[in-house]
């Protein structure tokens, strides 16, 4: 299993600015991916985070909004840009296990309130 | 239409009931059937797993899939008030690790 930590849990945003969530895992791993959940709603893709090289976005997300950093097989972050109240949500990391399975790890999740 | 349908629920049921969870599905492509917990305020965790058609037991949860009709069930035997959580059934394709979600069912099971 795959342990991950997310900072920060959560955070109130004035509407304009940006925030950088961080994503640590405890042990290296091949992919990971960042999905969104606004209230009430089920996780949606944004990116995966390829480590070395550019994120690849989910029809709907972009790069300008979503930046992503993966620089190692540990660690990623996302940025939120230019930050609207839309942006409200739940922004949840996760990885992939070491089974061939699809089971993925899941942070418990930052949640962004934007005023 | 949706990739992945899912009843949103709520669903209320009483201690030791019997709970089925169901979710359908569009693209045959999808060959591994995930169903996710998650607690509130709380990260998805993996509940269980099949691959291809059939059923799956472990503990008093069965998961069922028929590929013929793209239906996906989740079934509960003697509900507990600790299953009172969402339900989120997600299919994958066997040469990715993305899942697709479904919206989620909220069960809650009381006493």
């Known amino acids: 299993s795959a342990v991950i930590s997310q900072k920060p849990s959560r955070d109130i945003c004035q509407r304009g600015t940006s925030l950088t969530i961080q994503c640590q895992v405890d042990?290296?791993?091949?992919?990971m991916f960042w999905y969104r959940q606004q209230p009430g709603q089920s996780l949606t893709l944004i990116a995966t985070?390829?480590?070395?090289?550019?994120?690849?976005?989910e029809s709907g997300f972009v790069i300008d909004k979503f930046p992503i950093s993966r620089p190692n097989l540990t660690f990623s972050t996302l940025t939120v840009s230019n930050m609207s109240p839309e942006d409200s949500s739940i922004y949840l990391c996760?990885?992939?296990?070491?089974?061939?399975?699809?089971?993925?790890?899941f942070g418990e999740g930052s949640r962004l309130t934007v005023l | 239409q949706k990739e992945v349908e899912q009843d949103p629920g709520p669903l209320s049921v009483p201690e030791g009931a019997i709970v089925s969870l169901n979710c359908t599905y569009s693209?045959?492509?999808?060959?591994?059937f995930m169903w996710y917990r998650q607690y509130s305020r709380k990260g998805p965790e993996l509940l269980m797993y099949?691959?291809?058609?059939g059923n799956k037991e472990d503990g008093r949860f069965t998961a069922q899939v028929d590929k013929s009709s793209k239906y996906i069930s989740l079934f509960i035997r003697d509900s507990q008030p600790s299953d009172s959580a969402t339900y989120l059934c997600?299919?994958?394709?066997?040469?990715?690790?993305?899942?697709?979600f479904g919206t989620g069912t909220r069960l809650q099971v009381f006493p």
């Open positions: 996760s990885a992939s296990g070491t089974r061939n399975t699809g089971e993925l790890f």
């Open positions: 042990s290296q791993v091949t992919m």
């Open positions: 985070a390829n480590q070395g090289s550019e994120a690849t976005y």
């Open positions: 693209n045959s492509a999808f060959q591994y």
């Open positions: 099949t691959y291809s058609s």
């Open positions: 997600a299919p994958k394709k066997g040469n990715t690790d993305k899942l697709i």
